[in-house]
């Protein structure tokens, strides 16, 4: 089983990006995030078109939004309201083989690393909290799960182009990645993408639009992320990040991480 993740920005805009990458990588599951459209707007007919029969959306006007297209069938299709907040930022299904998948788009938490005077990075990190109770509320060893998304935190100081510099830019602050890697070690995820790259090496999944030159100064940062329960640690056989789709025509700032599953 191939699960690609990518932060698409706008699916309406970028649809035939959405189409490359279909035909470049052979995706068997595709989760997107920041769909930026309304359910009955989402381009579904597009998307069937291009071989993605199966397809799960939470989405809102102009802004979030998630969807999970697949080649194979699914059921358990839900969502959750983190925060109490109906944003479009989770979606649920179950995968052949009872595969748990969650794709998640964590809110970015905005500009000012201080939940006192910003409500953005207040949220982010009550976000990060809540993800962290309800999976540890549902522990089970023997679940096949798979955690995937734009989760907006560069957790290694390989992660990001320079460590040093980053301690206080909202993605890479300490209080961030300790709630991120709290997360982690309460259900005992596995990342999938440093179980191949290994984590000495710098790699990045986003580029800010800001850079005239993004590959010529490659000032990037891990933002987007696959995990694994400790149940498919072993069913992964390989995993990678499209660095050259950010160099698509009219690009998405995040380009899509892809690990392939022995399930």
């Not at 560069?154 to 980053?166: C, G, I, R, Y």
């Not at 191949?196 to 580029?207: A, M, T």
Request: charged share 25%; aromatic share 8%; hydrophobic share 40%.
């Amino acid at each position: 089983m191939r699960i690609t993740t990518w932060n698409i920005n706008s699916v309406r805009l970028r649809i035939d990006l959405v189409k490359q990458l279909t035909e470049s990588l052979k995706p068997d599951v595709l989760c997107l995030q920041e769909t930026k459209v309304a359910d009955d707007k989402f381009p579904a007919d597009a998307l069937a078109d291009m071989g993605w029969s199966h397809q799960a959306i939470n989405g809102n006007k102009n802004y979030h939004g998630v969807a999970v297209l697949s080649r194979l069938p699914f059921d358990a299709v839900t969502s959750r309201e983190w925060c109490g907040k109906a944003d479009g930022r989770h979606l649920q299904v179950t995968l052949p083989g009872n595969v748990e998948l969650h794709n998640f788009y964590v809110p970015s938490g905005g500009d000012i690393p201080d939940p006192a005077v910003n409500d953005k990075f207040d949220h982010k990190l009550k976000f990060l909290a809540e993800m962290k109770d309800w999976f540890g509320n549902r522990a089970d060893p023997a679940a096949k799960r798979v955690l995937v998304g734009d989760l907006n935190v560069a957790p290694l100081e390989t992660d990001v182009w320079s460590h040093k510099q980053l301690l206080k830019v909202v993605s890479h602050t300490p209080v961030e990645v300790d709630a991120l890697n709290a997360v982690i070690a309460q259900s005992a995820w596995h990342d999938a993408v440093r179980a191949f790259i290994p984590p000495e090496e710098k790699v990045y999944s986003w580029w800010s639009y800001r850079s005239r030159d993004w590959r010529e100064s490659d000032r990037g940062r891990r933002l987007d992320h696959v995990w694994v329960s400790p149940a498919l640690k072993n069913a992964l056989t390989s995993a990678a990040i499209e660095k050259d789709a950010r160099g698509w025509t009219q690009p998405s700032d995040h380009v899509p991480v892809t690990v392939d599953l022995a399930v």
